[in-house]
């Protein structure tokens, strides 16, 4: 492999082409629009975009989980395997479907506390996934896998008794990236894992995933509309606007050199850390090219809007 070729044009893991999914009713809404993406294998690529973007939507229609009235209307959703071969996962149905989603491609559901079940102790849920996907293992075995999964993203094997709640909001999202990532998946799809946690909860949370990401080599599709959060961990940032992919480059060229004008309203419609319009990354790091969309053309935007 050639060093200068990307990872998701040398190694690719997940290949989108041409997807796009529908709300069918009354009057069809266009949810997602001819998303094409590639993801690389070990990556984090950033999902970018205001709320009803279509991001979350997307993200349902790669795992297959989407519910009527939504229909993915054209495209496919390949993946690569480490293994050698490759899924159209448009093919795939029932416990293929079912065995597929959390052994190769696992999930970090929006709102940790909607996601695990309420009256379910911690081990139970956990132990769930394994009953499920590693039928043979013994009992033992799979309490022993759950602690040492709640430890490796910095929760007591204590806990394991707990219920959700019992535990603070960064400590159920952690159980959820527990969770996620319990078979070895090789792609997890993060829908705004940091959402309603305080700053330096989402700061431990994002080091824990960067840290994971390095031992155990997955890759990660990260959605969230904090655009400055996704420019410290992500490799590459799809910015998404009414459903379409607007702007795709590395988070560095994203950030000095935005192409989109969609881009930079998002850029600069972050508040400043120090004083000058457009440095919000915590590095402190400013660019002049960020202000190119003056406080006039913000307004005019919102008064159209």
């Given at each position: 492999m050639n060093p200068s070729t990307p990872r998701h044009i040398a190694d690719p893991v997940v290949t989108i082409e041409d997807f796009s999914i529908d709300y069918v009713g009354q009057v069809t809404t266009h949810a997602v629009k001819n998303v094409k993406l590639t993801l690389g294998r070990g990556e984090i690529l950033g999902l970018a975009g205001e709320s009803g973007c279509g991001k979350s939507t997307?993200?349902?229609?790669?795992?297959?989980?989407?519910?009527?009235?939504?229909?993915?209307?054209?495209g496919h959703v390949d993946f690569h395997s480490r293994e050698g071969w490759t899924a159209d996962l448009s093919?795939?149905?029932?416990?293929?479907?079912?065995?597929?989603?959390?052994?190769?491609?696992?999930?970090?559901?929006?709102?940790?506390?909607?996601?695990?079940?309420?009256?379910?102790?911690?081990?139970?849920q956990l132990e769930?996934?394994?009953?499920?996907?590693?039928?043979?293992?013994?009992?033992?075995e799979r309490v022993r896998k759950c602690g040492d999964l709640l430890e490796r993203v910095g929760v007591e094997?204590?806990?394991?008794?707990?219920?959700?709640?019992?535990?603070?909001?960064?400590?159920?999202?952690?159980?959820?990236?527990?969770?996620?990532?319990?078979?070895?998946?090789?792609?997890?799809?993060?829908?705004?894992?940091?959402?309603?946690?305080?700053?330096?909860?989402?700061?431990?949370?994002?080091?824990?995933?960067?840290?994971?990401?390095?031992?155990?080599?997955?890759?990660?599709?990260?959605i969230t509309h904090d655009l400055?959060?996704?420019?410290?961990?992500?490799d590459r940032i799809a910015v998404m606007k009414a459903g379409e992919i607007v702007e795709l480059n590395s988070?560095?060229?994203?950030y000095t050199n935005p192409q989109n004008e969609y881009t930079k309203r998002l850029l600069a419609s972050f508040p400043s850390l120090t004083g000058e319009r457009g440095d919000f990354i915590r590095t402190g790091v400013s660019d002049d090219r960020l202000n190119e969309t003056t406080q006039t053309e913000i307004d005019q935007e919102v008064a159209t809007s």
């Open positions: 997307l993200a349902y229609g790669i795992t297959r989980l989407l519910k009527p009235p939504a229909l993915i209307s054209t093919t795939l149905s029932g416990d293929e479907l079912r065995q597929f989603r959390w052994d190769k491609i696992s999930m970090v559901f929006q709102g940790a506390m909607n996601s695990l079940n309420p009256v379910i102790s911690i081990r139970a769930d996934v394994f009953t499920a996907h590693r039928p043979g293992m013994s009992r033992e094997r204590s806990r394991l008794s707990s219920f959700p709640h019992e535990l603070s909001g960064g400590m159920r999202q952690r159980v959820m990236i527990a969770m996620a990532m319990a078979l070895d998946p090789q792609v997890m799809i993060m829908d705004e894992p940091t959402t309603a946690l305080d700053v330096v909860v989402q700061r431990e949370i994002l080091d824990e995933i960067t840290r994971l990401r390095s031992e155990l080599g997955f890759a990660v599709i990260f400055p959060l996704l420019l410290e961990i992500s988070a560095y060229e994203l």
